[in-house]
């Protein structure tokens, strides 16, 4: 059975800060890896996608990167907001199955 | 932009009414999914649908069905609502997975049942 683990469960961290969110998972098999943003009580908006085939992607202060061979896509944020405060998922896509990290709980202090 | 619409954000349903949850796309996506986030347990997949009245269990059918009746609405039904259904509900869908298609999220029903 596929597992993705994101690590940390939860991180603090001061305005301005660059950051690094981890996202590892065990099938080699990954169409695409997604990461996603989810406010309090809300749904989940798509920040990226990166394609297997692909070693990263970015979008404004973002950037995902994706190392099949060592199972790990990580999300960076540049020059962190208050705004980015979040919880972050991902999901890999294997074709036939989508499985969800358990997410990482991002909190920027002003 | 990709649509997916939920109907309600907020419903507040008795002990063993029946419950429909509504949810329509607007890009022509092959795959529609429901789920439902507890806190501590993530997402947990409920039913998912391939093509018009195609269904599939997910991890977690047990006291729900679902209905595709056309490509761009699927339906969840909590056939006898029960407290331990309060929920967090989440529509998604994406065209063909094998061809890289994004995934794209509805807002959520936020369900209580007492």
């Known amino acids: 059975k596929q597992e993705v683990t994101q690590i940390p469960a939860a991180l603090s961290v001061p305005e301005g800060e660059n950051l690094v969110l981890n996202c590892s998972f065990t099938?080699?098999?990954?169409?695409?890896l997604q990461w996603f943003r989810q406010d309090p009580g809300k749904g989940l908006t798509s920040l990226l996608l990166?394609?297997?085939?692909?070693r990263e992607q970015t979008s404004g202060r973002l950037n995902a990167s994706l190392d099949k061979s060592s199972g790990r896509s990580t999300l960076y944020i540049a020059a962190s907001q208050p705004g980015d405060s979040a919880t972050y998922l991902c999901?890999?896509?294997?074709?036939?199955?989508?499985?969800f990290g358990g997410g990482t709980r991002l909190m920027v202090k002003p | 932009d990709v649509k997916v619409t939920q109907s309600s954000r907020y419903l507040v349903k008795r002990t063993g009414e029946k419950v429909f949850l509504e949810c329509v796309q607007d890009?022509?996506?092959?795959?529609m999914f429901w789920y439902r986030q507890d806190p501590g347990l993530g997402l947990r997949l409920i039913y998912f649908?391939?093509?018009?009245?195609?269904?599939e269990k997910g991890d977690i059918p047990e006291g729900y069905s679902v209905s595709r009746e056309k490509k761009e609405r699927f339906s969840l039904i909590l056939e006898s609502a029960s407290t331990n259904q309060t929920s967090m509900y989440l529509c998604?869908?994406?065209?063909?997975?094998?061809?890289?298609?994004?995934?794209?999220f509805g807002n959520g029903t936020r369900l209580t049942v007492t």
């Open positions: 998604a869908s994406s065209g063909v997975l094998w061809e890289n298609s994004p995934l794209h």
């Open positions: 099938d080699s098999a990954i169409y695409n």
């Open positions: 990166i394609q297997s085939s692909q």
């Open positions: 999901v890999e896509n294997a074709g036939n199955m989508l499985t």
């Open positions: 890009m022509d996506h092959e795959n």
């Open positions: 649908s391939y093509d018009v009245k195609m269904k």
